[in-house]
């Protein structure tokens, strides 16, 4: 997933290496693309196809196994474009954090419907009856979701540096321990679900929609031979900015403590808890900060660095795409900017004969 802020690109030759000329340097010149906008063009990777946003609206573009690509077209206005009394620092950051993960569910909920008409009927109708069940209990599904990722990655490092270290009352060397921690399950967990062949198929659609995004930028003709010379590494993407929160929250939560502990006198696991939980929306909200002055600053040496290591994790959750994933990539992002009618790839009706064979 791209974060929709400024960038600079990196560019690879069709052997898949890196360019190294005056175009690494480059900065955006589509006359189309304005870095100072806090949203541009971005997507994410979703079943067997990608979701592509820009100011136009949003396209979801699935690729059926019958080889046809089929596109849901919508305009969408951001929480805080509608309310801009929340288009303001870190609060805009968190806020949109909810916002895209609204729209992200919501595309890959589109892709699943999609995916189950190339599915055997007697299988198909079992995910029904099971699809029934879930959209009853989506908002709860939704919160046990977010309760395990908070549990994961923010009390489990908690709990293991409080039992493991004895640093309860060292506010930087704790969070720091925890923070590395944190890196560790994440990268792990990357690591674990890339093993995964349905999960190497998303990937692939991740890295489709980094070179698409990438060439947009670089005003490249969007078509696959073109586009398969970009970079599947984006430094907007959302896998970088979830280490920009691992790195933002030692520092945020080091400032925390040291107000808690001269407030209270001394910290415990149950106080760390109470007070890092709430917390947490506004480490969103300075993360999305960070990264943004980071990429827009990608050019300059520390900018580099600062956002390789996200570039680094990208070879785990990024790979190489086929032209077929390519080509979704590009119609899911002309179709988001309006250069296609989306209603060129409506969902053909089969009659029962086609549906027999194609099962």
């Known amino acids: 997933m791209v974060v929709p802020t400024a960038i600079l690109p990196y560019l690879i030759n069709n052997k898949g290496e890196h360019v190294s000329n005056e175009r690494e340097q480059w900065v955006p010149t589509n006359p189309d693309y304005d870095a100072n ?3 541009q063009v971005g997507g994410q990777a979703v079943i067997e196809g990608v979701m592509m946003r820009s100011p136009k609206g949003v396209a979801t573009a699935v690729r059926r196994a019958n080889g046809d690509i089929v596109v849901q077209k919508e305009n969408y206005i951001s929480v805080t474009e509608k309310h801009k009394w929340l288009n303001v620092p870190i609060l805009r950051g968190a806020v949109g954090l909810i916002d895209m993960m609204y729209l992200g569910i919501k595309t890959l909920n589109f892709s699943a419907e999609i995916a189950m ?14 699809k029934k069940s879930t959209d009853f209990t989506l908002a709860l599904s939704l919160i046990v979701a977010l309760a395990v ?13 409080t039992k493991v270290f004895a640093i309860e009352q060292t506010a930087f060397t704790f969070n720091l321990t925890a923070g590395l921690i944190r890196v560790s399950i994440l990268i792990l967990y990357m690591l674990g679900i890339s093993m995964m062949e349905d999960v190497k198929q998303l990937f692939r659609y991740h890295g489709a929609e980094h070179k698409s995004v990438f060439a947009f930028e670089h005003k490249a003709k969007l078509i696959p031979d073109s586009v398969r010379t970009y970079s599947r590494f984006h430094p907007r993407c959302g896998t970088s900015f979830l280490l920009i929160v691992v790195f933002v929250s030692v520092f945020a939560f080091s400032v925390l403590d040291v107000v808690t502990i001269r407030l209270l006198g001394k910290l415990t696991l149950t106080i760390r808890l109470g007070t890092h939980l709430p917390f947490i929306p506004i480490v969103g909200g300075l993360a999305y900060e960070v990264i943004r002055f980071s990429a827009k600053h990608g050019t300059t040496w520390w900018g580099r660095i600062f956002i390789a290591p996200g570039l680094w994790l990208q070879k785990i959750t990024t790979k190489e795409p ?10 899911a992002l002309k179709c988001a900017l309006d250069q296609e009618d989306a209603a060129k790839y409506s969902l053909k009706v089969e009659s029962p ?4 064979v194609a099962a």
């Open 117 to 130: 008409l190339d599915i055997p009927e007697e299988e198909k109708s079992k995910k029904k009856e099971k």
């Open 37 to 39: 906008k806090p949203m």
């Open 149 to 161: 990722g908070v549990g994961i990655f923010f009390v489990v490092p908690l709990y293991l540096t």
């Open 322 to 331: 086929t032209d077929s994933q390519i080509e979704v990539a590009i119609v």
């Open 353 to 356: 004969a086609e549906n027999s």
